[in-house]
């Protein structure tokens, strides 16, 4: 992608403030945001319009749940996860972390495809949690890259991605990010963990402790 076509893509960095973020979200604008590997793309979970413009711009499958990302257990809750859920608490032990976990939701949500659970974690990316914290709510953080494709690490490629694509987009240029796995995606089921996808965290390190109460 070109310099040229990537200067399209509004760019918001780290300090600014995050009205123009806010804007972009409220008409049903896409941000691309850094997580803990590559970047995302990101809506309000609750926001169908917003999901749906993530769907067309990936091409990816209608109804495939998109995970979040979340500043706080507050953000979680509005959701529409139970605060007392226990398997938020086994995952509030553990987060921050690259470590999304599969917890129930009271209905269903835009970004959760219809079912009543949402994969959700708090990120190990000390910027994207102040962003959410900014915000005040949870944003989904699917991989930003076509369906079926590899995930961009340099924001000049994303940019000239969602340039290219025409996208109502604006880059949080969290500069060049590490690569690697994505977060791992567990559930926990009847007191046993089931990871759904291996990543960045070792199975070995979320065995359950005493005190976990799932």
């Not at 507050?74 to 139970?82: H, N, R, T, Y």
């Not at 994207?128 to 989904?140: D, E, I, K, P, V």
């Not at 949080?172 to 007191?191: A, I, K, N, Q």
């Amino acid at each position: 992608m070109s310099g040229e076509a990537a200067a399209q893509i509004p760019r918001w960095r780290a300090g600014e403030p995050v009205e123009p973020l806010a804007a972009t979200l409220a008409r049903g604008g896409l941000l691309a945001i850094p997580t803990e590997s590559s970047y995302g793309l990101a809506v309000d979970p609750r926001d169908a319009a917003g999901v749906e413009a993530i769907f067309r711009l990936k091409g990816r499958e209608r109804g495939k749940p998109l995970p979040a990302v979340a500043a706080d257990r507050a953000q979680i809750v509005a959701l529409g996860v139970a605060a007392d859920d226990p398997g938020l608490a086994w995952a509030e032990r553990r987060w921050p972390a690259a470590l999304s976990v599969v917890l129930p939701l009271a209905r269903p949500l835009p970004a959760s495809g219809g079912e009543r659970t949402i994969a959700v974690r708090i990120p190990a990316h000390a910027g994207l949690r102040a962003l959410l914290s900014g915000l005040g709510h949870a944003l989904t953080a699917t991989s930003a890259n076509p369906s079926g494709e590899d995930p961009y690490f340099d924001p000049d490629a994303v940019a000239g991605w969602l340039a290219a694509a025409g996208a109502d987009a604006t880059l949080v240029d969290g500069g060049r990010l590490p690569g690697g796995p994505p977060s791992t995606l567990v559930v926990l089921r009847s007191g046993a963990i089931e990871v759904l996808r291996p990543g960045r965290i070792e199975v070995a390190a979320l065995e359950l402790s005493r005190g976990d109460d799932c």
